[in-house]
C-alpha cells in the first residue's frame, strides 16, 4: 500500500485524530465525576483547615467522605462551595468594580466565618480562606493555596505552617483603605492589621497581600454590616 | 532471549536516557523536590513511554511517512492526559496530581518518549517497543528518584515527608530546594556514572 498518498494521508490523519477525541471524551465523561468530588473535598478540607478543625493532613487522613461529613455537620446554613474556578470568575468580577455580587461567607456553628480570596501570585493563580471569629474582625486562621509558586520560597504560603499562623489573633481593619497588609521587615511589627512577609518570597507575599486587600475591600458591605447590626 | 534482555537492560544502565542520552531533563529539575512526587512522576512516565511505544508499533506499517511525527504526538498526548485523567479521579493520587500541577502534562514534552519511538517503536515489533518504552521509563526514573532522594534529604532534612535530618538538629539549605541544584546533582550522578562505564568515556 502506498502510504505516502496524499489522499491516504488525510484520510489516515483524521481518522486518528477523531479516535483519539473518541476516547478522551469517554474517559472525561468516565471520571468527571470522581474528579468533580475530589475537588470538592479538597476545597472544603482548606475551608476547615482556615477555621482551625483540624490541620489539613489531617483531612487527608480521615479520607473525602469524612470531610465533607464534618463540613456539612458543622455548618450553619447552606452548604454551597465554590470551586477555584467559581473563585476565579468572581474575582474577575471584583476587579471590574461591580456592585452587588453575591460572596460567599461559610458560617460554622461554633461561631467562626470563613471567607476566600483569590489573586495573582508570581507565576499564577493563588487563593485561600480567612477564618473570622464570631465579631468578624478578628483572624481565627487561614490557608492558602497556589497553583505554581516556587516550592520552599513562594509555596511558603501553603507549606508553611509558621505563615499561616501569624494570621491568627490579627485583625482586619475595614474601615482602612488597606484593610490588611503583608509587608517587608519591620513594617509589620506592633500592627494589629499586618504580617510579616516571606523573605525571599517578595512578588508572592505582594500578590497575596493585594488579593487579600481587593477582597477585604469587596467584602467590607457583607461583613462590616453584619458586625454593625 | 539475549536480544530482550540487551532491550530490558540497556536503558536502564548503559544507554541510560538522561544520564548519557541526556533526554528528558528539563522536568527532572523541576519534579524532584520531594521524592513522593518523583516517585509518581517516575512511573508516569513510564507508563507513557511504554504504551505509546506499543501503540506507535503497532500501527507503524500504517503510518503515513509525512505526518509520523503528528501521529506519535496525536498518541503522545493521549496517554499523557489518560495518565493524568486518572490521577486526579483517585482520592489516593488527586493531592499528588494537585503537587505536580503542569508537569504531569509537560511529560508530552519530555524528548525521551518521542525519541524513543522514532528510534525504536517504528522499527520494532510492538513486544520490544513495549519493552524499551518501559525500560527507558525506568531508566529515567531511577535518577529522577536518587536525584529527589538527595534533594529532599539536604533541602527539607524529610524522606517521604518523615523528618530524617531534621529530627537530628538539621538545617534545611534552601539551595538544594533550587532548580540549579537538581542539575548540579544530576552533572555528579553523570560523573559517577562515567567514572564507573568506561566505555562512555570519550577517547
Redesign the interface.
Known amino acids: 500500500m502506498n502510504t505516502n498518498n496524499n489522499v491516504y494521508t488525510v484520510i489516515y490523519t483524521t481518522v486518528v485524530c477523531v479516535l483519539v477525541a473518541a476516547i478522551l471524551a469517554f474517559v472525561s465523561q468516565k471520571l468527571g465525576p470522581a474528579q468533580a468530588a475530589n475537588e470538592k473535598a479538597e476545597t472544603i478540607s482548606q475551608i476547615l483547615t482556615a477555621a482551625q478543625f483540624g490541620q489539613k493532613e489531617h483531612w487527608q487522613e480521615i479520607g473525602n467522605a469524612e470531610t465533607i461529613k464534618f463540613f456539612e455537620e458543622n455548618l450553619a446554613g447552606e452548604p454551597v462551595v465554590t470551586s477555584t474556578s467559581q473563585l476565579k470568575a468572581l474575582n474577575y468580577r471584583i476587579r471590574n468594580g461591580e456592585q452587588g455580587i453575591e460572596l460567599p461567607v461559610y458560617k460554622f456553628n461554633n461561631g467562626i466565618s470563613v471567607v476566600p480570596v483569590y489573586g495573582a501570585g508570581l507565576w499564577g493563580p493563588i487563593w485561600g480562606y480567612i477564618a473570622f471569629e464570631s465579631d468578624l474582625k478578628t483572624i481565627a486562621g487561614a490557608y492558602f493555596d497556589h497553583e505554581s509558586e516556587t516550592p520552599g520560597l513562594g509555596g511558603k504560603i501553603k507549606d508553611d505552617p509558621s505563615f499561616r499562623a501569624k494570621f491568627s489573633g490579627k485583625s482586619v481593619d475595614f474601615a482602612a483603605e488597606k484593610p490588611f497588609e503583608i509587608l517587608k521587615g519591620d513594617a509589620a511589627e506592633g500592627r494589629d492589621n499586618a504580617i510579616d512577609a516571606i523573605s525571599g518570597a517578595t512578588m508572592t507575599s505582594k500578590g497575596l497581600s493585594a488579593a487579600i486587600i481587593e477582597w477585604m475591600n469587596a467584602y467590607k458591605p457583607v461583613l462590616a454590616a453584619t458586625t454593625e447590626e | 532471549m539475549g536480544k530482550m534482555k540487551d532491550t530490558v537492560l540497556k536503558p536502564i544502565f548503559k544507554g541510560n536516557p538522561i544520564t548519557v542520552l541526556v533526554l528528558g531533563i528539563c522536568s527532572s529539575l523541576a519534579v524532584t523536590?520531594e521524592l513522593k512526587g518523583a516517585l509518581v512522576m517516575a512511573l508516569s512516565v513510564t507508563i507513557v513511554t511504554g504504551l505509546s511505544s506499543l501503540v506507535c508499533s503497532l500501527i507503524r506499517?500504517?503510518?503515513?511517512?509525512?505526518?509520523r511525527i503528528?501521529?506519535q504526538l496525536?498518541?503522545v498526548?493521549?496517554m499523557v492526559?489518560?495518565v493524568d485523567?486518572?490521577l486526579?479521579?483517585?482520592?489516593a493520587t488527586?493531592?499528588i496530581d494537585?503537587q505536580l500541577?503542569?508537569y504531569i502534562g509537560l511529560i508530552i514534552t519530555n524528548c525521551m518518549v518521542m525519541g524513543r519511538i522514532e528510534a525504536f517503536a517504528l522499527g520494532n515489533k510492538p513486544v520490544p517497543s513495549l519493552l524499551d518504552g518501559l525500560a527507558n521509563g525506568l531508566g529515567y526514573g531511577m535518577i529522577l528518584v536518587i536525584v529527589a532522594f538527595v534533594r529532599e534529604l539536604l533541602?527539607s532534612g524529610t524522606l517521604f515527608g518523615y523528618p530524617v535530618l531534621s529530627a537530628l538538629g538539621y538545617v534545611n539549605n534552601?539551595l538544594v530546594?533550587?532548580p540549579p541544584m537538581a542539575l548540579i546533582i544530576l552533572g555528579c550522578i553523570i560523573w559517577v556514572h562515567r567514572s564507573i562505564d568506561k566505555d562512555l568515556q570519550e577517547k
Do not use: D
Request: without cysteine; positive net charge.
Open positions: 523536590v506499517k500504517t503510518i503515513p511517512n509525512r505526518v503528528i501521529i496525536v498518541v498526548a493521549l492526559i489518560l485523567q486518572f486526579k479521579a483517585f482520592e488527586y493531592a494537585k500541577s503542569v533541602g534552601g530546594i533550587l
